[in-house]
C-alpha cells in the first residue's frame, strides 16, 4: 500500500457529468499537487496547495475545481470536460517546511479519466 | 519558470548493457534536479536528487546521475542494466520545492 491512495483508479464520463476524483496521503505531509499524465507530453502541473491553502493554479480550465479539507485529503471535482481531457491524473504530495524541504513527491497510482 | 527536455521517447537497450537517459533543462535560477521512475499502472517514485554538493549523485537501484551546470544537463546512467529496469523514467527541476517541472519521459524498454 502507498502512502497516497486515489480513487477511483479508473472512471469514464461523459461530457454533461459531474464527478470527483479523491486523494488521501497517509504520510503528515502538508503540500499536495495535482499533475495531468498525458502520452507523449510533460506532466502538466495543475494545482499545488500547502497548509490546505491552494498557492498555484497552473492556468487550469474551470472545468476542473479542485478542494482541499485538510492536509490530508484533496479532491478534483470535474464538470462537463472535454474528450481532450482524458488522460491519467496523478495525486502527489511532500512535506514543507518542517525539518527542512526534501523536495521529494510522493505520488499516488492515478486515477485513469477517460471522457466520451 | 523552469522547463525540462527529455530528447529521446525511447530508449531499447540489451540486458547487461551501459545506459544513458539524457535530459535538459531551462532555467533562469538555480535549480535542484530529481528524476523519478513510473512502472506500468504505478505512480512515479523517487530514483535520486541533485540539491547541492557533489555534482555525481548516486539513486537507488544502481542508477547515477551527474549535474553539468555549463551544459544545463542531468543525465541518467546505469552500467548494466536488469529487465526489472524496464520502466519510464521523467526528469524534473525545480527552484524552491513548491513547484516542480517534469519532462516527458523516456521509456526504457530492456531486452534479453
Known amino acids: 500500500e502507498t502512502g497516497v491512495t486515489q480513487t477511483p483508479r479508473h472512471l469514464v464520463m461523459g461530457m454533461t457529468n459531474k464527478k470527483s476524483l479523491k486523494c488521501e496521503q497517509h504520510l503528515g505531509h502538508n503540500a499536495m499537487y495535482w499533475y495531468k499524465q498525458s502520452a507523449k507530453k510533460p506532466l502538466e502541473l495543475m494545482f499545488v496547495?500547502?497548509?490546505?491553502?491552494?498557492?498555484e493554479n497552473n492556468s487550469v480550465p474551470s472545468r476542473f475545481s479542485p478542494e482541499c479539507p485538510n492536509s490530508s485529503h484533496l479532491f478534483l471535482h470535474l464538470h462537463t470536460l472535454q474528450p481532450e481531457d482524458s488522460a491519467l491524473y496523478l495525486c502527489?504530495?511532500?512535506?514543507?517546511?518542517?525539518?527542512?524541504?526534501?523536495?521529494?513527491?510522493?505520488f499516488g497510482e492515478g486515477s485513469r479519466l477517460t471522457v466520451l | 519558470a523552469q522547463s525540462v527536455t527529455q530528447l529521446d521517447s525511447q530508449v531499447p537497450v540489451f540486458e547487461e548493457a551501459p545506459v544513458e537517459l539524457r535530459c535538459n533543462y531551462s532555467s533562469s535560477v538555480s535549480v535542484y534536479l530529481f528524476w523519478y521512475v513510473q512502472y506500468p499502472n504505478q505512480g512515479l517514485q523517487l530514483l535520486l536528487k541533485?540539491?547541492?554538493?557533489?555534482?555525481l549523485v548516486k539513486g537507488i537501484n544502481g542508477f547515477e546521475a551527474e549535474f553539468n551546470k555549463s551544459q544545463t544537463s542531468f543525465h541518467l546512467r546505469k552500467p548494466s542494466v536488469h529487465i526489472s529496469d524496464t520502466a519510464e523514467y521523467f526528469c524534473a527541476v525545480s527552484s524552491n520545492f513548491n513547484k516542480f517541472y517534469f519532462g516527458s519521459g523516456t521509456k526504457l524498454n530492456v531486452k534479453p
Open positions: 502527489a504530495s511532500t512535506s514543507r517546511g518542517r525539518d527542512g524541504d526534501t523536495g521529494e513527491l510522493f
Open positions: 541533485y540539491l547541492s554538493g557533489s555534482t
Open positions: 496547495y500547502n497548509f490546505k491553502e491552494q498557492t
